[in-house]
């Protein structure tokens, strides 16, 4: 796995590459001290794995995950203890308490490799657009969440705002829905109003509507128009 680590402290850094060296499934590729490194090195190295810091000066690592598209897998490495955490209500993240045990990083890094591994087998990720085996960082107040597009039905315009629909939640961010569509794969997402993206694996039933158009039902109970525009691609991408 190729691994990022990120703390404000060489020590910390140094301690955790000293734990890594006798994991044969690591490698280090690199090591940032700040959020804007960070992102600079995410970005050239593309990392697996990330061990991140949640406290730092300026930024912090909830911070960090804010700003990135597709998120690695994410190990937290804390001062604190679980209640640090508390505000992940919908996540697949694991945390080690500073100082950092060996028996505690081996089961975290094993629980990662596994799930990178099957990831692997399921499907080729792809460069230029976000999978349904992606998983994002979405937070909206006090609460976060990481989410893999899988589990994302609808992505609905709020003002400047687009509400992202997953199990109960409904957390809105700062992404456009242009930018949305543009990003996400559209063998999956489709388009189906202006103000509505709709996850093609979600849907329960399609009836027909007015003017020859179409209305999708979706296993979350949202009821979707989709445009006249729009049902002749939606048609002719499910083969009709």
Known sequence: MKTLIIDDSR?????????????????????????????????????????????????????????LEAVPEVIFSTAYDEHALKAF??????????????????????????????????????????????????KDGEKCWFVQLSDIRLFEVSGNYTTVYFGDCKPMITRTLNYLESRLDDKTFFRANRQQIINLKWIERIEPWFSGSLRIYLKGGEEIDVSRRQTLKFKDLMSF
């Open 11 to 67: 020590l910390a850094r140094n301690e955790l590459k000293r734990l890594l060296k006798e994991f044969d499934n690591v490698h280090i590729v690199g090591e940032a001290a700040n959020v804007d490194e960070a992102i600079e090195k995410i970005a050239e190295l593309k990392p697996e794995l990330i061990f991140l810091d949640i406290q730092m000066p300026g930024k912090s690592g909830f911070d960090l995950l804010e700003e």
């Open 89 to 138: 209500e919908y996540n697949a993240l694991d945390y080690l308490v500073k100082p950092v045990e060996k028996q505690r990083l081996a089961g975290a890094v094993s629980k990662v490799f596994d799930k990178i591994k099957k990831k692997q087998k399921e499907e080729e990720r792809a460069d230029d657009v976000l999978t349904i085996h992606d998983q994002v960082f979405v």
